[in-house]
């Protein structure tokens, strides 16, 4: 059984399939707490549901990508059954996660499934010491590491971080500015100046839909 908020299709707004038509199973539950988090009403609540209820609820959205985010979709253990089992139905298979510590480990998700990582930045008020830099590096080709950044200084600490060797150099790398607090104009700026191998992006969903909280 899973606890669940929602689930729902819709155009991706995030990641490197922004764009594409998803279907997004929002899972209950966070041991973090950003400061600019815009999904806050996934942290508690929500219904339990088995695997098949699920499924079956994905199946009848005819969206041929999934994307399992949170809240942290990795503090249910149930998780990795669920993305075993949209694999064997057939998806394209999206799991978004912070990749901090206290939660399933990066490395026990299927193979298959695109981890799309959150690296916590500064100002989203969670510790550097959280991040799971060991369970980051096992990252590949078909992963993403996203940088939401909030200020000046949280892009010069992502910018040094990508620079200094620590991460893998496989997985895709996005940089995206906190919507209403960082100029999209400014982040893109800094880039260009720096010439940051980085991929720049927007919160496409909250472009389209800017007056809707939630179900975009």
């Not at 594409?20 to 815009?38: E, K």
């Not at 949209?86 to 298979?93: H, I, P, R």
């Not at 998700?109 to 008020?125: E, F, Q, Y």
């Not at 990252?139 to 200020?151: A, I, P």
Request: glycine letters at 8%.
């Amino acid at each position: 059984m899973l606890n669940v908020t929602e689930i729902y299709s819709t155009l991706l707004g995030e990641s490197s399939s922004s764009g594409f038509l998803c279907t997004i199973i929002r899972l209950t539950g966070c041991h973090r707490r950003c400061v600019w988090c815009d999904s806050d009403y996934a942290f508690e609540g929500g219904s339990s549901q088995s695997i098949q209820e699920i499924i079956q609820t994905t199946v009848g959205q005819g969206c041929s990508t999934v994307l399992v985010t949170g809240g942290e979709p990795l503090l249910q253990s149930d998780t990795i059954e669920l993305l075993e089992q949209l694999l064997e139905a057939g998806f394209s298979v999206l799991l978004e996660t912070s990749g901090t510590t206290g939660t399933i480990p990066l490395s026990e998700v299927p193979a298959g499934v695109s981890r799309i990582v959150d690296i916590k930045t500064p100002d989203s008020g969670i510790d550097e010491s959280e991040i799971d830099f060991d369970e980051i590096a096992k990252l590949g080709k078909d992963d993403e590491l996203k940088f939401v950044c909030q200020s000046r200084e949280d892009y010069l600490w992502s910018k040094a971080l990508v620079e200094s060797g620590r991460l893998p150099a496989e997985p895709v790398t996005v940089f995206s500015p906190v919507q209403d607090d960082l100029s999209a104009r400014k982040l893109a700026d800094w880039i260009v100046e720096d010439k940051l191998n980085v991929r720049y992006q927007i919160q496409l969903h909250k472009v389209i839909w800017p007056e809707m909280d939630r179900g975009v």
